[in-house]
């Protein structure tokens, strides 16, 4: 059977071929479309319009066909991450074995390439890539398919060890060490955005601290997430990249399974945002637009002029860039206040599982999955009086 129905409503056509090529694999949307692409796959067959044979193919022949029938279909993937991944197979994997054909990559070319992602080449001014984990990963994966579809006889990277790069290890001990802030840090640089930079920039920062959320999570913020009523906030949605428009939609979910929470916001950070939302009303109107429940908490005008869309990634990094720069301060960054929140409760002895439930992490899914799945009331208010006591800790 050529047309094979899938669960998420799609169609996938396969068709045979010939002995000497790849079986014709695509989607679509709707079965009359399908049954459209199949006849022109079994035209160019009759034409003898049909890829080269398998032994003829490059590695990045091979990844586009891991990339459209393997990657984006059975990852589960979405969004950022889909973008991020064809920005390293591009930009790092591609120029060293892109016109290579896949069943010539030997062992020494995938030892030497790793070694280089890992170390670089200080005579070639080629520095190493601190990402190199990923490369080699992203390799492992098309040459894992090329094996399952025969393209070769061996996987070679199946027989590699990782290269461990100590120095850069080291620094990055480092960096983790220095994203912690104090709290004589943060109230200047919140005094220095409150004075030079916008309200919503203040309002941004300000929760992000107080909240332990990541940019992640607070982008897809709307006003139906906030109860200030109950003084919570819904952390459970994501935006990811919609590939055919390349703008953000808001979906359910997180990062992870863990990750969607309802978290306990203090009285300052509801009366800030009461604040916010007034003003933003006002600036919405002037554009001709309904502030609703559904309206983002925090958005920008694009360089096209587009205006609404939810708030930029960078948008916080480059004003607390720019704010370091000015004053000479160390440079405060969106993670590392997420990483100050959870030391400073683990420093004030708060319960590991309740700080855990406020910012959506685990050592092991099944501690998480306790977690969520046994929060009592006492837990909930637990969670409260852990926020109120950061509040009073950083007064």
């Known amino acids: 059977?050529?047309?094979?129905?899938?669960?998420?409503?799609?169609?996938?056509?396969?068709?045979?071929?010939?002995?000497?090529?790849?079986?014709?694999?695509?989607?679509?949307?709707?079965?009359?479309?399908?049954?459209?692409?199949?006849?022109?796959?079994?035209?160019?067959?009759?034409?003898?319009?049909?890829?080269?044979?398998?032994?003829?193919?490059?590695?990045e022949d091979v990844y586009k066909q891991w990339w459209e029938n393997d990657y984006t279909v059975y990852g589960g993937l979405q969004g950022e991450t889909i973008v991020n991944t064809e920005k390293i197979v591009r930009l790092h994997i591609l120029p060293h074995l892109g016109k290579k054909k896949i069943r010539k990559i030997s062992l020494k070319d995938l030892e030497q390439l790793q070694i280089l992602w890992a170390f670089g080449k200080p005579e070639k001014n080629i520095k190493p890539y601190a990402n190199f984990k990923l490369c080699i990963s992203y390799t492992r994966m098309i040459m894992k398919y090329a094996l399952k579809h025969r393209y070769i006889q061996t996987n070679h990277f199946d027989l590699l060890e990782k290269p461990?790069?100590?120095?850069?290890?080291?620094?990055?001990?480092?960096?983790r060490k220095e994203k912690y802030y104090s709290v004589e840090l943060v109230e200047k640089t919140q005094k220095i955005i409150k004075a030079e930079c916008c309200l919503q920039t203040?309002?941004?920062?300000?929760?992000?601290?107080?909240?332990?959320?990541?940019?992640?999570?607070?982008?897809?913020?709307v006003w139906g997430d906030v109860n200030f009523e109950e003084k919570t906030i819904a952390l459970t949605h994501k935006l990811i990249k919609n590939m055919t428009t390349k703008k953000f939609e808001r979906v359910s979910g997180g990062k992870n399974v863990y990750r969607p929470r309802i978290v306990p916001i203090t009285d300052a950070v509801v009366t800030l945002l009461k604040e916010w939302k007034e003003i933003q009303a006002l600036m919405l109107e002037l554009q001709g637009i309904e502030q609703t429940p559904e309206q983002f908490l925090f958005t920008y005008v694009n360089r096209y002029g587009e205006i609404n869309l939810p708030i930029h990634p960078d948008w916080l990094n480059d004003r607390l860039k720019l704010v370091a720069e000015k004053y000479n301060l160390p440079n405060i960054t969106p993670h590392?206040?997420?990483?100050?929140?959870?030391?400073?409760?683990?420093?004030?002895?708060?319960?590991?599982?309740?700080?855990?439930a406020l910012v959506g992490h685990a050592q092991t899914s099944n501690m998480i999955y306790e977690v969520y799945g046994h929060?009592?009331?006492?837990?909930?208010?637990?969670?409260?009086?852990?926020i109120h006591t950061l509040e009073d800790l950083r007064k």
């Open 1 to 59: 059977m050529a047309i094979i129905p899938m669960k998420n409503g799609k169609f996938k056509i396969n068709v045979y071929m010939g002995a000497d090529a790849p079986r014709f694999i695509e989607y679509a949307d709707t079965k009359a479309e399908a049954q459209l692409i199949e006849n022109e796959a079994k035209g160019r067959k009759l034409r003898g319009e049909i890829k080269e044979k398998t032994n003829d193919y490059t590695f």
């Open 164 to 175: 461990v790069n100590r120095e850069m290890n080291e620094a990055k001990e480092q960096k």
């Open 202 to 221: 203040y309002t941004i920062f300000t929760l992000m601290y107080s909240l332990g959320a990541g940019k992640g999570e607070v982008r897809p913020l």
């Open 336 to 356: 590392g206040l997420r990483h100050t929140f959870v030391s400073d409760l683990l420093n004030e002895g708060v319960n590991d599982w309740n700080i855990k």
């Open 375 to 386: 929060m009592t009331e006492r837990g909930r208010k637990e969670n409260i009086e852990a």
